[in-house]
């Protein structure tokens, strides 16, 4: 299926006009030679590098609907709100959760009430649209638990239909099968101030309803949580479950439940616990927003420094100008300092150069000695390290992030070699200690793949579990292969089985995060020739094929979200200059700069280039919970092309030395 481009690029050429390989060399290295220039001048004077994260509405949002409950309200930002929420209306009338993609019900009721709360018009044209496409699709009875829980604040939902989180879940000890350490580490910085305020339930009414988007008018039906049609089931007993909880909960209101003042201390002390040596609670918006209105419910004044400071590390998420606003749901430099730093040595910069060993010294720096929740699912006897996404989440080191510093710093040897190999050891036996049971590795903590957890009524927001996935697997066997390690290690081995098993019936791999199959296919690809293994096998060669059975006509690449919800999407969208570059660098890991289809992405990557070394890139490429949350990266635009393009260089370098060693011998 042919799409056209979003990208800034002329008329494609024709499949067989492929540029011979001098002028297109001469093409990838003028490219590789602009996207130096750009990424150096992005540096920030610490070292690092930080490209924004864009999201969708909903963060924006939440916060006019916080401001609301809050009784804060700044006419002056609502109104930059309003424009922001106005921009992302889809001609439909709904609001998506990635670029281009289709309205959704969560982010389309959200962004009509807190249009409605700043005062808009219910008859304004565009929320009239907005009201028939959430009628259409089920209105508020069909919005996720946390949703429905924001609902509940404002007085705009029964609390007694909202999925009870109880504080007790923390006091649940790892003796219990399912416990709360078998949450994955996002649910768990989410769900602890939940807690907290289910038990309080916080109720301020607002001057506004949503009446209007029942569409069959409010009756106890829509509002509750529909059984299976089974009686016995897994969700039936949760809903069992959480009828009895309901009652827990009548007893605690009435001061006489035997264990909630010392789990809601529990809570509390487990909150504030993570304040410390982080940017707010686990350094992501909707812990950082739940944990602000969990101390004001437990009541923190506004003057108390503790709830100031968190407050504070909220609002830098805000980009506020003249006329919107927008918000990040974290910021991304670890991340995005790692993949530059990688880009720029790979592309050919000296390993001394200046800017260089500054980036590795700041990563360096970063490195968390620190023992944080991890241990409670990998207990192993390592010297605590890892890297974080953030500036600062010493409790959350993860495993991608610890992958990816790792490869860029054994790139750069700095000026105190022995520093920078002490820290690389530390950070990669702790990697290896992460590696689950059936031989792959996940992104935050080790084996934390409980099914039984995603039957839980409010895990409804498909973030409940942190299951192993063939994108970091394979970034950590490139890492290895790059540093030596046997085919036959027992670790490398069961990561091995790992993505063999994982592989899909056509070739390509699932990618966990990043959008999506091209993401998985790339990494796995070029793991397995950092390990210099056999190309040619035929489960490899699958893979290529499914990389360029889905190239596009105008040379590039590109996949959106929608591929999480229905694989047929797979390989279908408008050419990216990421997803160009991972699959340009899927097809490199076979050695033959003289593939055609490698060759026209290497020539769409240097055509589609602006001038001043950036590329455009008008979709969302990066994964937060399939399904449900969604970002791209700024960054990737710009560092993944001149990865791909450097590693072209390289393959053309090892091939043109081959042939003149192989014309010396004849």
């Known amino acids: 299926m042919l799409i056209d481009s979003d990208s800034r690029t002329q008329s494609p050429p024709p499949a067989a006009n492929v540029r011979i390989t001098n002028e297109l060399l001469e093409n990838t290295n003028a490219a590789i030679r602009r996207s130096q220039d750009y990424l150096l001048s992005a540096q920030k004077p610490d070292g690092f590098w930080v490209g924004e994260l864009f999201v969708d509405s909903t963060l924006v949002s939440d916060m006019v609907a916080f401001h609301h409950w809050d009784k804060s309200v700044d006419r002056e930002w609502e109104r930059k709100a309003i424009n922001h929420l106005f921009a992302k209306q889809l001609p439909d009338g709904g609001w998506n959760i990635y670029l281009n993609g289709p309205s959704e019900i969560n982010a389309t009721v959200k962004a009509y009430l807190a249009l409605k709360l700043a005062g808009v018009s219910v008859t304004d044209p565009r929320m009239l649209k907005a009201r028939q496409l959430a009628l259409s699709f089920g209105g508020v009875p069909r919005m996720n638990t946390f949703s429905k829980l924001n609902l509940a604040l404002i007085g705009l939902f029964p609390w007694e239909y909202v999925p009870t989180i109880p504080c007790e879940v923390l006091m649940i000890g790892k003796w219990f099968h399912v416990n709360f350490w078998d949450m994955s580490n996002w649910s768990r910085g989410m769900i602890v101030p939940l807690a907290i305020i289910n038990h309080f339930k916080p109720t301020r009414p607002v001057k506004v309803s949503l009446d209007e988007l029942y569409p069959e008018g409010i009756h106890e039906r829509d509002l509750a949580l529909a059984p299976d049609p089974e009686r016995i089931s897994l969700r039936n007993f949760f809903l069992w479950l959480d009828r009895l909880h309901k009652l827990a909960e009548w007893f605690a209101e009435h001061s006489i439940h035997p264990f909630r003042k010392a789990a809601l201390k529990k809570c509390e002390s487990w909150m504030l616990e993570r304040f410390e040596g982080s940017d707010g609670l686990a350094a992501i918006f909707p812990a950082m927003l739940n944990s602000i209105i969990a101390m004001k419910a437990l009541g923190y004044k506004n003057n108390n420094p503790i709830l100031q400071r968190e407050w504070k590390e909220l609002k830098r998420l805000q980009h506020e100008e003249t006329d919107s606003v927008r918000i990040e749901p974290c910021f991304s430099p670890v991340w995005d300092t790692a993949i530059v730093l990688i880009c720029l040595a790979e592309s050919g910069l000296p390993a001394d150069h200046p800017k260089l060993k500054r980036a590795a010294e700041w990563l360096i720096e970063k ?142 791999w699932y990618g966990r995060w990043g959008v999506n199959y091209i993401y998985g296919t790339w990494q796995v690809l070029r793991g397995m020739r950092a390990l210099s293994w056999n190309m040619n096998e035929d489960w490899l060669q699958r893979g290529r094929a499914w990389l360029e059975s889905v190239q596009l006509e105008d040379g590039g690449w590109g996949e959106r979200c929608n591929t999480y919800d229905d694989p047929v999407f797979k390989g279908q969208g408008p050419s990216t200059a990421s997803q160009t570059a991972w699959a340009v660098m899927g097809l490199c890991a076979f050695d033959n700069p003289e593939n055609p289809a490698l060759k026209r992405g290497v020539e769409y990557l240097a055509r589609t280039q602006n001038s001043d070394g950036s590329w455009t890139e008008n979709e969302t490429t990066g994964t937060g919970f399939p399904k449900v949350f969604y970002l791209k990266y700024d960054i990737y635009r710009n560092a993944w092309p001149l990865l791909a393009l450097a590693t072209y260089k390289q393959i053309c370098e090892r091939a043109a030395a081959k042939k003149n060693g192989a014309a010396v011998k004849s």
């Open 367 to 508: 490195e968390i000695r620190f023992a944080g929740d991890w241990v409670h699912k990998n207990p192993a006897k390592v010297e605590p390290s890892g890297w974080v996404f953030e500036y600062a989440n010493r409790w959350n080191p993860d495993v991608d992030d610890t992958a990816m510093v790792l490869l860029a710093l054994r790139k750069i040897p700095t000026d105190d070699p022995q520093k920078r190999d002490e820290c690389f050891q530390r950070g990669l036996k702790w990697m290896m200690t992460f590696q689950c049971k059936d031989g792959g590795w996940a992104a935050f903590d080790k084996d934390c793949t409980k099914n039984l957890l995603e039957k839980v009524p409010f895990a409804d927001h498909n973030a409940m579990l942190d299951p192993e996935c063939a994108d970091i697997t394979a970034r950590i066997l490139e890492l290895l292969g790059y540093e030596g390690w046997s085919n036959g290690h027992h670790q490398v081995q069961e990561a091995l089985d790992f993505i063999r098993k994982t592989q899909e019936a056509d070739g390509s």
